[in-house]
């Protein structure tokens, strides 16, 4: 009886795609759509339409992997990268692509791989996955975007955990800010899990740039709205305290049958 | 930016305690990255007053001394007693202060006081000569402190070389914040405190030429090519400067914003950038071109192929998108915003200099640092803009710093090119537009008073019935130029921390996911049911992956090219999913785990001729190698063949409700990665849909695998467009089935296919069920070249229980018409 019993083994989910799922989840429960956009875009989408100015040091080759245009006549010159077609480095893109296609209200997230010339080790992958969220409806304030996000790290992280906003700058959004969540190991005291600050940085967002919606021509004084990026591996790291990004990609089943 | 908390404190009111300072940096926008005291090399070093001095009685040149540190050593009762020192210094009298490392100082050079014996008798701690202490050369004697220094006071605190020094990194957005003034007037906004920024002014003026009359004018003169790349350039002239070390307090400032004491001209032109974040730059005048008696400073692109060899002494080929200083029309003396030249450089020798304060172009010089990987103090802060409406104030406070520091004598006057004039914005801030945007109760005063403390002049107005402000920002402040940029001045100040958390109060939206993304996600499901795994690949190829395949070219477009690629394996993007699972399945097995069991629902990129953009695709693929499981008590296993990956496939279109799959044998040249005769295509009402099949050794070999592998790989795209949420209901049989075994000895090329198509047509409607239970293969018992299936076939009819004349009839019929159009037999 102690025998151990005859078992069907199934399959198990990718980390990243579970968190990827539960994020998807928890929007939806918000009345959220979930969108989807292309990994090649044109540096317009990615840089220009995002308000990112010309001169920007994450158009440049060492922060982009351009790719080989196949239909270059008549592009302008650039000021930095190498081309005018490049893997996407961010999925804010995709609020671009929404906003020009769409009429508000929006309230849409936008999962989906994004590269960047990191070398791969223990904390960078050159392909990692984003989650964008984009909000525009009339009467949005800088409120709903905390209840928001909030409402997210509680259901993702757990209903104990506290959240932090710091002002920080995005070409994008203003205010911007990133936002913290408690540690989870101390709870706030310090420890080495969180370089003994107490919290973990776990996203980016801010208030639609007012720019950015003239780009999509969205009236900025009747609509406003927030947007938000969410790092999956970043997410994934934290609650597993993973020694190495790497071994996402690797596909050892030793892993992979663990979650 | 390194913030010094001793300097900062002589420019604005700031808390006792850094850590308050550092508390409020992060609530309002400002990263901390590091905080570093400095000083602390100076621990257990104190000021002590020689008590007696008597000579060594074993040695003719050392002293035994007693040393008072007041409070700093103390007996068993509390009380201070001085410490007993052998010194070897012939310096000191009794009565002199001086510097004491006491037992567990740590001297630059880790050099560690501890308690020893010099000829027999007890030291307990070492009188320090200015050498030891790293605060210069002197190594005569012991370092003689004032009769007023206090006796047991640390060192550092004594010198004023105790600080703080706060790491932060600016966002690109805020120049102003890569100086100490900018930094004193944030703190002045976040504390709402007062600054006190008193700059040095320049005493005295100096005629020159033949009547002592003339000013800078007479020496210099100063042309600019491009005003767009150039707006301003400002120029002073200073004669018979002193070149020497700076003095303590200006080499201590430098040091402690990051940069390294030089001589005291050019460690003034640091000191003044790192207070203003006006980069400086000093000539050596004697080393510029005399053409009719003057200078003459051209401001110009320089030429394709033309040389600079930078102060760094690296020789660099410059290009003619980057600006250069030139001395006349012909040599270039700098790197406009970057990096002075080598050839007019401040050294030892040096009497006057010509001092450039002046504004690039932001875009240019960031450019011009990134194609040289030449990255400087200057070019950090021209890249992010540097403001051109005061770069004639700085001037003057380093000419004023000349004068005091350097001995020079100011020439009267300046020169200022300035082609385009900064205009400061003017903004109209509607108050309640901020509240309601931020959703927070700030109140006007709130957003009056800390602009003001930013540097902003406000003006009350009133338009209509509603409040507005009018804001003029600094000109320092270029990211200051729309409402929005205010709103955020004013949340991140009031504190984004304080806002109520609230949710939309959203109306006229639903959301949720599309049927599509459901089905995709029920895709994931089902193979999951069936044990595989799910893993995540590169997206990444290897430009040979292909080739490997044996993948025809034609069927898969051209690759979307890398240009600069990481690695030569990862510089296209892949246009199948196979290779990655391949590479996983020899991972695995490379590193000991036997039953692989993966798949993967990825996007694949096809580039396209005359195309900027690819096509994207989703595919899922899944590879099987292995065993299902290891084997158990109760259960044993086999190594799983194409049949394991058939059913796999078979499942994943039921559970989409795909029905009338065909799995047709492919042609050869288009699958050469899969094995002849254990291959499949799939095909669903003429689309093919992808193939299944054991990946052929000859590919296997080249992805370093040595096991069977079976994969299958599907267009996800054509499994959504064929997948359907529901069948009709089909009633549940209420009556008894008849059961009836057949086997059929058929030759070798008559399919399972073929086979079972005759049998459905020929059962008529009684016939419900066709069940192959065993394939049999004997040259002897069944024949060469000819097989025996056996079926299991289920007869039944919906409104009574079937007679066995009903059955043999039917049976009889079927087997008739079977038999005929295959030209089997009934095997007996």
Same mark, same amino acid.
């Given at each position: ?43 317009? =989408? ?104 909030? =409402? ?108 | ?21 550092? %508390? ?160 004193? @007037? ?82 003034? @032109? ?149 082609? %385009?004039? @900064? ?406």
């Amino acid at each position: 009886m102690t025998l151990p019993g005859r078992r069907l083994s199934s399959g198990t989910q990718h980390l990243i795609n579970q968190i990827r799922e539960e994020i998807e989840d928890i929007f939806c429960g918000l009345g959220y759509i979930v969108a989807d956009g292309p990994y090649v875009e044109t540096t317009y =989408y990615n840089f220009t339409a995002l308000n990112a100015p010309e001169n920007h040091p994450s158009r440049s080759a060492k922060d982009s992997f351009y790719v080989e245009d196949n239909a270059p006549e008549g592009k302008p010159p650039l000021m930095l990268g190498d081309s005018d077609v490049l893997l996407r480095t961010q999925t804010s893109g995709m609020q671009v692509h929404f906003m020009e296609e769409n009429k508000p209200p929006i309230y849409m997230i936008c999962p989906g791989t994004v590269f960047r010339p990191d070398t791969a080790d223990a904390n960078h992958l050159p392909q990692f996955t984003q989650v964008e969220g984009l909000v525009v409806d009339e009467g949005i304030s800088f409120g709903d975007l905390k209840g928001t996000l909030d =409402y997210f790290t509680r259901e993702i992280f757990g209903k104990d955990r506290a959240t932090r906003y710091r002002p920080h700058f995005f070409p994008f959004t203003e205010p911007s800010c990133e936002v913290d969540v408690s540690c989870g190991v101390c709870h706030g005291k310090g420890c080495r899990f969180c370089k003994n600050t107490g919290w973990l940085e776990i996203l980016g967002c801010g208030m639609v740039d007012p720019n950015v919606f003239e780009y999509v021509g969205i009236d900025p004084e009747r609509y406003t709205g927030f947007a938000f990026g969410i790092g999956v591996e970043r997410v994934a790291a934290l609650r597993y305290d993973l020694p190495d990004l790497r071994m996402l990609m690797e596909g050892d089943m030793r892993f992979l049958r663990q979650f | 930016m390194r913030v010094s908390y001793e300097w900062l404190k002589e420019l604005v009111d700031v808390p006792d305690d850094p850590q308050e300072l550092v %508390r409020e940096f992060t609530r309002t926008g400002t990263e901390v990255e590091a905080v570093e005291r400095t000083g602390a090399s100076l621990d257990h070093v104190v000021v002590g007053q020689v008590v007696s001095k008597e000579p060594h009685p074993d040695s003719d040149h050392m002293w035994l001394c007693k040393v008072s540190v007041g409070g700093q050593n103390v007996n068993k009762s509390g009380e201070p007693e001085p410490l007993q020192i052998v010194c070897g210094a012939q310096n000191f009298e009794q009565g002199d202060k001086i510097v004491v490392a006491m037992i567990g100082a740590v001297l630059p050079g880790d050099f560690k006081i501890k308690k020893s014996k010099l000829r027999g008798v007890e030291s307990c701690g070492m009188n320090c000569s200015e050498r030891e202490l790293g605060l210069g050369d002197s190594h005569e004697g012991i370092l003689i402190l004032p009769a007023d220094a206090p006796v047991g006071m640390p060192f550092a605190d004594y010198r004023g070389m105790s600080d703080t020094v706060i790491d932060c990194e600016m966002t690109p957005n805020r120049p102003d914040c890569l100086s100490m003034t900018g930094v004193a @007037t944030e703190v002045s906004a976040i504390f709402d405190v007062d600054t006190h920024m008193e700059m040095p002014r320049i005493k005295h003026e100096h005629g020159v030429g033949p009547m002592g009359l003339e000013g800078v004018h007479h020496l210099v003169d100063v042309q600019i090519d491009d005003p767009e790349l150039c707006p301003r350039y400002t120029a002073r002239v200073v004669r018979n400067v002193k070149i020497g070390p700076s003095p303590e307090w200006l080499a201590r400032r430098v040091t402690a914003a990051g940069a390294r004491p030089i001589n005291n001209v050019v460690d003034v @032109t640091n000191y003044v950038m790192f207070l203003t974040g006006q980069p400086l730059h000093a000539f050596d005048l004697g080393k510029l071109t005399e053409v009719d008696g003057k200078r003459h400073i051209v401001v110009r692109s320089a030429r394709d192929g033309e040389h600079l060899t930078t102060l760094d002494e690296q020789d660099r080929e410059l290009a003619s998108d980057m600006l250069v200083i030139s001395d006349g029309r012909d040599r270039a003396v700098a790197l406009a915003g970057v990096m002075g030249g080598l050839n007019s450089d401040i050294d030892g020798t040096t009497v006057d200099v010509l001092l450039e304060s002046a504004c690039f172009d932001s875009g240019n010089v960031s450019r011009t640092s990134r194609s040289l990987g030449l990255m400087s103090e200057a070019s950090i802060r021209y890249e992010r803009q540097v403001d051109a409406a005061s770069c004639d104030e700085v001037s003057a406070i380093a000419a004023a710093l000349f004068e005091e520091c350097c001995g020079a004598e100011v020439v009267r006057g300046m020169i200022d090119v300035y082609p %385009r004039k @900064t205009e400061a914005a003017t903004i109209d801030l509607r108050p309640d537009r901020v509240r309601a945007l931020c959703g927070a109760p700030i109140e006007d005063d709130f957003m009056v008073r800390r602009l003001e403390r930013l540097g902003c002049g406000v003006v009350k107005g009133r338009h209509g019935d509603t409040h507005e402000l009018r804001v003029v920002p600094p000109t320092n402040r270029p990211d200051l130029t729309r409402e929005i940029d205010l709103v955020e001045e004013i949340l991140r100040l009031w504190g984004e921390g304080d806002v109520e958390p609230t949710l939309p109060a959203a109306r006229n939206h639903a959301g949720g996911l599309t049927v599509e993304q459901r089905r995709v996600r029920k895709i994931g499901k089902t193979l999951r049911a069936c044990g595989l795994s799910e893993t995540s690949t590169y997206c990444f190829a290897d430009p040979r992956d292909l080739a490997r395949m044996g993948m025809a070219k034609e069927i898969k477009g051209v690759p979307v090219k890398i240009i600069r690629p990481l690695v030569s394996e990862q510089s296209e993007m892949r246009r199948d999913l196979l290779p990655g699972l391949l590479r996983a399945v020899a991972y695995n097995k490379d590193h000991g785990v036997r039953n692989v069991k993966l798949y993967e629902i990825g996007r694949v990129l096809f580039g396209r001729e005359h195309k900027s953009l690819p096509e994207e695709k989703t595919y899922v693929a899944g590879v099987l190698s292995g065993a299902w499981d290891d084997d158990a008590w109760n259960c044993k296993y086999v190594a799983m063949d194409f049949f394991d990956g058939k059913g796999v496939v078979e499942e994943l279109l039921d559970a989409l409700r795909i029905q009338k799959a065909r799995f047709r044998v492919p042609e050869s040249e288009h699958t050469a990665w899969m094995q002849p005769g254990l291959a499949a295509e799939i095909v669903v009402r003429g689309t093919t849909l992808g193939w299944v099949g054991n990946i052929h050794p000859k590919t296997l070999d080249l992805f370093g695998i040595s096991d069977p592998v079976v994969g299958f790989e599907l267009s996800v795209d054509a499994l959504l467009n064929l997948a359907q949420d529901q069948l009709p209901y089909q009633d549940v049989p209420t009556l008894p089935g008849v059961e009836v075994d057949l086997a059929l000895v058929v030759d070798e090329d008559v399919t399972y296919e073929q086979l079972i198509q005759r049998i459905a047509s020929a059962g008529g409607k009684l016939l419900r069920d066709v069940r192959l239970f065993d394939v049999y293969r004997d040259p002897v018992r069944v024949g060469a070249h000819k097989k025996s299936m056996a079926f299991s076939l289920t007869y039944r009819a919906d409104d009574h229980t079937l007679t066995s004349a009903e059955v043999d009839k039917a049976h009889n019929r079927l087997l008739t018409k079977v038999l005929k159009s295959t030209g089997g037999e009934v095997r007996s």
